[in-house]
């Protein structure tokens, strides 16, 4: 390995993951992604005394008001469409099994067919729900 190469790879073992997320232009992510996740089902995306901007930097999501769950976590899943950004938990069926996209989406409703044994076509929720 050349000596340019192993600098590199120090200092990507120093930053860390956030490190590499913040070199790879992770964006913020939107209200629904960080909003609509429980404080229980929180995953730590960050470390004591992180900052707002250095958790966002990181693609992560920041929320301090909840106290003993962390601050600094992993965001849900993007979807197509804000309103469909939810945890599975959430999802209200809208559907039949074996639906497919296109007859999900004339119903008005969402779909992921990512997750078994959870509804794939299921109701949006509306964005004015979601709030940093």
Request: with cysteine.
């Amino acid at each position: 390995m050349g000596s340019r190469s192993v600098q590199l790879l120090a200092v990507l073992l120093v930053l860390g993951g956030e490190g590499l997320c913040a070199l790879a232009g992770a964006q913020k992510p939107s209200p629904c992604q960080c909003s609509r996740i429980t404080a229980r089902n929180r995953k730590n995306c960050g470390f004591p005394g992180v900052t707002p901007e250095t958790c966002f930097s990181a693609g992560c999501c920041f929320d301090s008001t909840v106290p003993n769950v962390p601050w600094c976590f992993h965001p849900l899943p993007k979807q197509e469409s804000e309103q469909c950004v939810m945890e599975v938990s959430a999802r209200r069926d809208c559907g039949y099994p074996g639906i497919s996209p296109q007859v999900c989406a004339s119903r008005k409703c969402c779909f992921s067919d990512t997750i078994v044994n959870v509804p794939w076509c299921f109701f949006p929720i509306p964005v004015e729900d979601c709030h940093y």
